[in-house]
């Protein structure tokens, strides 16, 4: 892959920012940003999938504060119905999540973490959270206080 005008170009064998690289367009930052992320979210992701299926422990972290239907569920996940109740059957198989009928509406159905749903989210994002932290030890200081900064842009860019 030839290397483009970037910002900071790194090298292929140390990995390490090189000075006097010329500013990325708009267009290129954006997509060396997107790939980026995803890179490091696939990786994140399936470090771990052990103990449950990536679009599963994302079901269990939108139920870790509160119950929600499965319809809703489905809108915030952008899945189908059908899709997500399979995710939930699932689930529920596991004893990682529960089932409790609404009081005010028997057609209705709350999904919430089971005690053992919540112990599994916990363990999954510790053994992610180690992965992470595991690539970080081995860059510098003036690098994590660049990605300091650069999560607290990306996290605000992720709420727009």
Not at 49 to 74: D, G, I
Not at 103 to 110: A, C, I, K, S
Request: positive net charge; hydrophobic residues 40%; charged residues 25%.
């Amino acid at each position: 892959m030839p290397l483009r005008t970037r910002a900071a170009a790194t090298t292929a064998t140390t990995g390490r920012i090189t000075q006097g690289a010329h500013h990325p367009s708009l267009a290129h930052l954006a997509n060396d940003l997107r790939l980026a992320c995803m890179r490091i979210s696939r990786r994140v992701r399936f470090e771990s999938t052990q103990l449950v299926a990536p679009h599963q422990l994302s079901v269990m972290a939108r139920l870790e504060k509160n119950p929600l239907t499965p319809r809703e569920l489905a809108a915030i996940e952008c899945v189908s119905p059908p899709s997500m109740t399979r995710t939930v059957a699932a689930l529920v198989e596991r004893e990682l999540v529960a089932r409790q009928d609404d009081p005010l509406d028997g057609r209705q159905v709350f999904l919430s973490l089971t005690p053992l749903g919540l112990s599994t989210l916990r363990e999954t994002r510790r053994k992610r959270d180690a992965w992470m932290a595991t690539r970080l030890k081995g860059i510098s200081a003036d690098e994590r206080e660049v990605l300091i900064r650069a999560s607290v842009i990306l996290t605000r860019l992720a709420s727009e």
